[in-house]
Structure formats: C-alpha cells, structure tokens
C-alpha cells in the first residue's frame, strides 16, 4: 500500500470519476448487515483513508481492532474487504464452514496476467482446476516420502549456506547480512526441485531478480480498486507486460531444457523434478497439457511461495536469538547433545530436539511471515460471527492479529519457546481442533508447503547456531524488530549480525 501513497489525482478529474461511479454503485446496492467498520466516503469508500495513513497495511488493520474489534469491515473502491482477526472465527470460518469459505476473490487485471488466468494452486477457484494442481504439488513434490527424496539437495544448500557466511563475515569484520543469505540458500533447493538442476551463481541471481520485479509489479495498485481510474496507469500496465514477458523469456528456456530431458528420459531419469510432473499434468476439465506460459506461472508460484516466507522465518530467528542468548545457548546445547562433537547437524537429529522445536514454532506464531493469509472469498452468500458475508467480498485473515491476542496467549508480546516446550502449551498448527496460530493459513487452502517449510527453517536454524553464535552488529547495539511490509514482513531494518565461528 505504501507505493499508493505517493499518487496525486488530477483536481479535475475525480470528481468525474466520482460521479461516474456513484452512478454505477447506487444501483446494485443491497441491504447486508456486513461487519462494521470505518465509515468511508462515497465511492471510494475507505481506500483513500488506508493508502494515505502513512503506516502500513497492517498496522493500520491493528489500529482498527481496539475500535471495530476481530471482525470488520473495509470499503475500498470497488472492493469489500472484511478483515478476520479472530482466532474463534478463523475456526468457523476456514474449519467449520471449509469449503464455504475455499475460493479465491476475482483477480486484479496484474494479477490475471500473472496467474495466467487463474492456472495456479494459490490462485485457482475452489474447484477441479484447483483440486487437479494441488494434488499434482502435494502428492509429487511435497508427501513426506518425497521431502526425503530430496535430501541431497537440502544438505549441499546448507552447506553452501554456512561456506557463504563463512566467506561475508570472514571480509567484512564478522558482519552478515542474514536475510539475503537465508534467501539464497532456500532459492536454490526450490530451483533444484522445480528445474532438476543443479545452477551456476549468475543463473540464480538472474532468476531471482527478475522473480523479484514480479513481486514489485504484484503490489496492489488504486485502479485495482477503483478501475475507473485506469487510464491513468497506463505506463504501470506497459510495465507489467514488460515484467511478464521478462518473466518468460528467463524460464521458458529453463524449462525447455528440462523437457528434452524429460522426453528422452521420461521416469528412468535419475533426477527428479517438479516440472516433470506438469509436462503432461491431466488437469480436470481440460483437454491439453498446460502450455508453456502456464508452466512459468507454476513454476513462479512453486519459487515464490517457499523463499521468501522461509527466509523472513530464518532473519527473525536469528535478530530473537541475538536478543535472547540464554536462548541461543541453550539451543546450541540441545543441538550438541544430539548431534555429538564434530558432526554437522542433519534433518534426522532436527526431529529429535525439543527445545528448536519449541524455538521454531514461537517463531512461528510471534512472526508469522506473512502476517495474512492469502485472499479468501465464499463460494456462496453465507455468515460468519452473525454477519453476511457476500461472494464478492475479499475476506482477509490476519493471523498475526491472532498471534497478539491477549485471549488467546498469555503475554502475547514475549518471545517465549518455552510456551511450547514439552508440551506446556498446545496448538495445532493445522487448525483442525481449534486455531490458535495459522502461519500456514488452515483449512482446505492452509499452506501445502507447510512440511518442507517446517524441515528447512529447522535444519537452517539448526545449522547457523552449529557453526556461528550470533550477537549484535555493530557490538553492543540493539536488535531493531520494526516491521516493514515487502511481500512477507521483513525487518525494516534488514539484519546485520556479528557472527563468531564456533570453535
Ligand atoms: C515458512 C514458509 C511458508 C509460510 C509461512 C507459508 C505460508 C502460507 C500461507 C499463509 C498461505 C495461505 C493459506 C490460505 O490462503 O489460507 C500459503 C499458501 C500456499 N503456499 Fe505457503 N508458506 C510457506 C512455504 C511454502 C512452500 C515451501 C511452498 C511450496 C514450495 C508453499 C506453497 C504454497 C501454495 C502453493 C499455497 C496456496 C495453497 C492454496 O491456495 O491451495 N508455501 N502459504
């Protein structure tokens, strides 16, 4: 919402728009007894209230609670967006009443562009398109069985992780930038999954900044709530084309190789990739294979759901341990007493460690990395916490609401892993027998990635505290927890740790 900010509207021009869109509104209005919520203006409803209050989206959605409270609603433009903050709702909503509540909102025309046409697990309607994509994802690339598959993988990148802030901190002083190198580490086992390749630096650094510039054009724009402004965002809409047709051009060669590979090899190749599983997929309701731009579109959603999320994971795992050493030490202890002296720490010891167990899911719940879950809509007119709850509204669930709320959690505030330390404090990360934290999302759309993500924030974790104990950079300063929207909730101040290479 930030970019918003910084638009000015022609004088002339809106109230124009205005008038043309009070038109258009006045006579699809129906009486609802919506959430309530801010009162707007007319037309723009609360939008302009939201894009120019300086803060970020979700703090201005924190702002609200203490004044709407856990359920409530926004007018923005065109959009209704009702905003969930209830871990008892969540429950209703995205348990009880599932699949009511298991489709997607329209997309905006960006995102249209990029989800190409809605052919994507994240973005599908709930319904066979949708059902035929995450099965293929889940059971080929996700089940258990396959996570271990790819093992190898996940222990060069590691490696590869630790030689990478060996080397920084070694040339700059014991400084380490922790998010960019978490970042990297993560990209190239989801390249390797993805493409069945292992890449040279200079391919991944390309992918991964045009994957980037994605994100930069993915960021929600006011024609996207008002499209009757549209004309004026012209130049974004050509760089849109630009960004998808650069997007293409970097993966479509990627994935070429790949499919000769594949044609000559079919299933006796001894590598294994997601894209294997999409050259052919049988989606219902369709007659062919996906086409080669619907492959880009999978093969970005499969990047972009388990980089980001993870790395903002590891960045304020490390800034909460360098605040806490007690902490830190005794998780290096757990992590000496199962792994002994002189072994690196592998997946097989992460599922014997209670204690980075605990560590990695209070992380979870204090910093859940996106701080929403993605888009909700209703597949049919329902209610929810006695309110209608119409088809075309965007329904938000804002899961660090829940994380802070202080009926939900004993001092919500603190950083205490100790809350889920040999079963102290019980919550079900899926939700099924009650929500108390979603960084996952729960329900029939929660994060189908929620395994692999879990085995890669512990094995990091694990391994960054084996090789280096991490304190403040410069010494003697303070962690800075501000948060700052990007795609995830990042630090604002992006981390720089010390790092002293355990002896
Ligand atoms: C710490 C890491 C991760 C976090 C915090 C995270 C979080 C989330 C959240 C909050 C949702 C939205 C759920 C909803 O709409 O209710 C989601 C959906 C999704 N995630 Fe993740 N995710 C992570 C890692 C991954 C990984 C590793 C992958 C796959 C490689 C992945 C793939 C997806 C996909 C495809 C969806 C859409 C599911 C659907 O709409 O059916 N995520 N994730």
């Not at 043309?20 to 009162?39: C, E, M, Q, V």
């Not at 994957?211 to 050509?238: C, G, T």
């Amino acid at each position: 919402m930030d970019s918003l900010s910084s638009l000015l509207f022609p004088a002339l021009v809106i109230p124009l728009v205005l008038v043309f869109l009070l038109s258009r509104s006045s006579s699809s209005k129906k009486k609802l007894n919506l959430p309530p919520g801010p009162p707007g203006y007319p037309v723009v409803g609360n939008l302009f209230q939201v894009a120019f209050s300086g803060k970020p989206f979700f703090q201005y959605i924190r702002d609200l609670i203490p004044v709407y409270g856990r359920i409530f609603t926004l007018r923005m433009g065109t959009r209704t967006m009702i905003v969930v903050s209830s871990n008892e709702l969540a429950y209703e909503a995205l348990i009880e009443k599932g699949p009511i509540f298991a489709t997607r909102p329209m997309e905006n025309p960006t995102r249209t562009i990029f989800s190409s046409n809605k052919f994507s697990v994240n973005a599908a309607y709930y319904g066979p398109v949708w059902r035929s994509l995450r099965r293929n994802m889940v059971q080929n690339m996700l089940s258990n069985a396959r996570i271990r598959e790819f093992r190898k993988t996940r222990d060069l990148a590691m490696d590869r992780l630790v030689d990478r802030i060996a080397a920084e901190g070694a040339a700059n002083g014991g400084a380490v930038w922790v998010l960019r190198n978490a970042r990297f580490a993560v990209f190239c086992i989801l390249l390797d999954m993805c493409f069945g390749v292992e890449m040279d630096e200079k391919t991944i650094q390309s992918v991964d900044d045009m994957m980037k510039s994605v994100l930069i054009v993915l960021d929600p724009r006011m024609d996207d709530f008002l499209p009757a402004l549209s004309p004026f965002f012209s130049k974004q809409r050509k760089k849109v084309q630009e960004v998808r047709k650069r997007q293409i051009e970097t993966l479509v060669p990627l994935i070429e190789k790949r499919r000769e590979k594949w044609s000559k090899s079919g299933s006796n190749s001894n590598s294994f990739a997601y894209l294997d599983t999409l050259f052919d997929l049988k989606v219902e309701g369709r007659k062919s294979a996906p086409t080669n731009e619907e492959l880009v579109t999978l093969c970005s959603e499969f990047l972009n759901g388990g980089t980001d999320t993870t790395a903002t994971a590891l960045e304020w795992a490390v800034g909460r341990l360098i605040e806490n050493p007690t902490i830190q030490s005794r998780l290096y202890d757990e992590i000496r007493a199962t792994v002994g002296e002189g072994k690196k720490v592998d997946e097989k010891d992460v599922e014997r460690m209670p204690y980075l167990n605990a560590v990695v899911k209070e992380l979870l719940r204090k910093h859940p990395p996106t701080y929403f879950a993605l888009t909700h809509a209703a597949t049919e007119a329902t209610r929810l916490g006695g309110y209608d709850i119409p088809t075309e509204a965007s329904v938000e669930f804002f899961s660090a609401g829940i994380a802070e709320d202080p009926e939900v959690w004993a001092d919500p505030e603190r950083f205490d892993p100790d809350r889920f330390y040999r079963g102290k404090e019980e919550a079900d990360i899926t939700g099924v027998t009650g929500v108390k934290m979603m960084p996952f999302g729960v329900g029939r759309r929660i994060c189908p990635g929620l395994g692999m993500a879990t085995v890669h924030v512990n094995l990091m974790l694990a391994r960054m505290v084996q090789e280096f104990e991490w304190s403040e950079f410069p010494a003697g300063g303070k962690v800075d927890f501000t948060e700052k929207l990007e795609f995830t909730v990042v630090m604002k101040n992006s981390l720089r740790a010390r790092i002293t290479p355990r002896g």
